[in-house]
């Protein structure tokens, strides 16, 4: 019996994803947050929602804030 094999599923079995968080852990995870962003003297921007991640490094035990991912509701806004 042939099996159906779509190529999607080729590719992707084939792909390694690189993240850039392979070395952290996450420490924190917020969803549905509202991000508000202030550059300089201008006003706080609109807020935008979406979630959030608060990443640690495995050996120096630094943190940072991971790339804050828009919801839905507004897929083009994002923040780096």
Request: glycine share 8%; proline share 1%; aromatic share 10%.
């Amino acid at each position: 019996m042939n099996k159906i094999v779509f190529a999607w599923d080729l590719i992707a079995s084939k792909r390694t994803d690189v993240t850039g968080e392979e070395d952290e852990d996450v420490e924190l995870e917020l969803k549905g947050v509202k991000l508000f962003i202030k550059r300089g003297d201008k006003n706080f921007s609109d807020g935008m929602i979406g979630h959030i991640k608060l990443l640690s490094n495995k050996t120096t035990l630094d943190e940072r804030l991971g790339k804050f991912m828009a919801c839905e509701s507004n897929p083009y806004a994002y923040y780096r």
